[in-house]
């Protein structure tokens, strides 16, 4: 059940330019590098903690550096004194107008319009590639996500992740990295016996019998009768009177692959498609869990030892077993956690090292989308990774687990209860077709993930500011509206004029220029909320600007009488748009062209 991942990499074919926080941050160190050579600054230090950003208040300048606050004590100089050399340097590039030192040692500068209309016109050569990086270098990173069991339909407790995994993905391929995107199958614990037992019952319901209700712990949900009744035109009454053991393995294959089958077709209604799918029940087929203990115990990573207690009450009957041991105490963990239980057959715990060992044999880095309910088992399959990549003397691959918090479902302002045993969740399916692809994807991202979330039917799809998936999606849809207008005018975008934009016009390009320096940090930290979080403050400028001209018809986008400057502000449009649709592009959401 494991498919050949393909190069889930977008090969960079950005050749315009290097977007402006990039291109100065390039200036600043080469600022640094004559200092070096003048003997003002020691060769060597490192500048791996130097940033170039935006300063927290537009105010203060157009850029901002910490160069020499971060500098001045391995230099062992003063940070101001640091800072005044560095501007010296700084400012004999042409684009800078102004520098100053800020509190104890931070350096603002501005930079002249021109320099900021050239960064509006990389924006338009570049088109749905601005933004894009290099910053991965092509290395490969392991996303798995969703890893839902096998034993029903996506419900609304599996979306957040699902959708979090798949921007992710596209974010990393955007920033450089190769992605292959991974779905685990948990098809060899006791749920799957569960669930062959309970679509048991549903073929022989399709063949006649009278079952009644459901018994206890089974799976009750009527998304079991079409599997049932495929198994009764296949085996006919071959297996409703058999005793479990003639019939459970066939059962259980068959009803995983029916689910497996609907959760793609749930999960391709959000446009999430996977790369790999890997089964635990061919992992320890394979005897890969076998091999990950062998090789841990060869490098004294298991060890036969007595388990803890248990903390807190411990039960009458609890008695000290003697079981195989990996000693995650050595990386961070709380105590040793067992790999096999008793009876010999492999602990949670001992299947998922297993299979993160196959993960990164071919992955430079993982990452896992998990949800908050499993925060308990972070640090021992963190310390587990950490020994089976870095053990024989290399250094630990990375790795990542992003947890996710459950949404809750309002309708009516009254929570919406789930229970897949019960039969009664909201499955994904209903959702997006309730309320649209896009709506669930966007909404997704608008709060970190690790954070609680109200899904609300009724605020999500409401057309106001105060939802942002429509805020951000009207901002394109208008700036698409404002030039199909134009054009019937016989009016067009142009970048003959630019310099008649002012002040006003080009804090936007400044706003927008931040996209690419967004990709990045988001790419790093592994955070593609980030994206959504800018692209919404971005159409809340597009939005301010706009309403200006409500009220100032000579600050319109198509101003009437002077086509120059109209043709001016439809650029400006065109290339606010254009972000917002990049920015979209990476979370999987439509840049609406009208609302």
């Not at 890997?278 to 090789?295: I, V």
């Not at 692809?437 to 608008?446: A, W």
Request: net charge negative; aromatic share 8%; glycine share 8%.
């Amino acid at each position: 059940m494991t498919d050949t991942a393909p190069d889930s990499v977008i090969t960079p074919d950005f050749n315009a330019g290097r977007a402006l926080f990039a291109e100065f941050a390039a200036v600043i160190d080469g600022a640094l590098d004559a200092l070096v050579a003048a003997g003002s600054l020691p060769a060597g230090l490192s500048r791996g903690a130097v940033t170039t950003e935006p300063p927290r208040d537009p105010a203060h300048g157009d850029l901002a550096t910490n160069a020499a606050m971060v500098l001045a004590k391995p230099a062992g100089t003063n940070p101001r004194a640091l800072a005044g050399v560095l501007i010296a340097e700084l400012v004999k590039d042409p684009r800078v107008t102004g520098a100053e030192i800020a509190g104890p040692g931070f350096i603002n500068l501005r930079l002249t319009p021109a320099t900021w209309l050239g960064e509006l016109r990389l924006i338009a050569r570049a088109g749905d590639d601005y933004g894009r990086s290099t910053l991965g270098h092509g290395s490969v990173v392991n996303v798995e996500y969703v890893s839902a069991n096998p034993t029903g339909p996506m419900h609304m407790g599996h979306c957040r992740g699902a959708v979090v995994g798949d921007a992710l993905a596209t974010l990393l391929a955007f920033a450089g990295h190769k992605v292959i995107r991974e779905y685990y199958i948990n098809d060899a614990g006791g749920q799957v016996d569960v669930l062959a037992r309970s679509v048991h019952i549903r073929y022989r319901e399709a063949l006649g019998e009278a079952v009644g209700d459901i018994p206890e712990g089974l799976y009750p949900g009527d998304y079991l009768v079409p599997v049932g009744q495929a198994l009764a035109a296949e085996f006919g009454d071959r297996y409703a009177a058999a005793p479990e053991s003639d019939w459970l393995i066939a059962f259980r294959t068959r009803a995983v692959a029916a689910m497996m089958a609907m959760i793609r077709d749930d999960l391709a209604l959000l446009g999430i498609h996977h790369d790999v799918f890997s089964s635990e029940a061919e992992l320890q087929a394979a005897g890969k869990p076998a091999k990950a203990e062998a090789w841990l115990r060869a490098h004294d990573l298991v060890y036969d030892g007595l388990l803890e207690a248990p903390k807190g009450k411990v039960a009458e009957d609890w008695e000290p077993v003697e079981l195989p041991l990996f000693r995650s105490t050595r990386f961070g963990d709380d105590q040793d956690r067992p790999i096999r239980k008793s009876d010999g057959s492999w602990t949670y715990f001992g299947a998922d090292l297993a299979y993160h060992f196959q993960k990164a044999e071919t992955a430079d880095a993982l990452v896992d989308i998990w949800g908050a309910d499993h925060a308990g088992t972070v640090k021992r399959i963190k310390a587990a990774v950490a020994a089976l990549t870095g053990a024989a003397g290399g250094t630990p691959k990375p790795f990542e687990v992003k947890l996710v918090q459950m949404v809750q479902l309002l309708r009516d302002g009254q929570p919406v209860k789930m229970s897949k045993r019960a039969g009664t969740f909201v499955t994904l399916a209903d959702v997006v077709r309730e309320v649209g692809r896009d709506v669930v994807r966007f909404t997704m991202l608008t709060r970190k993930p690790d954070a609680q979330m109200d899904f609300d039917f009724a605020k999500v799809v409401e057309a106001s500011k105060d939802n942002p998936v429509f805020y951000v999606q009207y901002c394109h849809a208008r700036v698409c509206s404002t030039l199909r207008k134009a054009a019937a005018e016989g009016l067009a975008p142009g970048d003959a004029v630019l310099d008649r934009l002012g002040e006003e016009e080009l804090a936007l390009v400044r706003l927008a220029a931040q996209f690419p320096r967004v990709i990045e940090s988001a790419a790093q930290a592994r955070e593609p909320h980030r994206v959504a979080f800018f692209i919404n403050d971005l159409a809340a400028g597009f939005h301010a600007y706009w309403n200006i001209g409500n009220d100032r018809p000579e600050k319109r986008y198509i101003v009437a009488g002077d086509d120059a400057l109209t043709a001016a502000r439809l650029f400006l449009a065109t290339q606010i748009g254009q972000v917002i649709k990049n920015g979209l592009a990476i979370l999987g959401v439509t840049a609406a062209e009208e609302l």
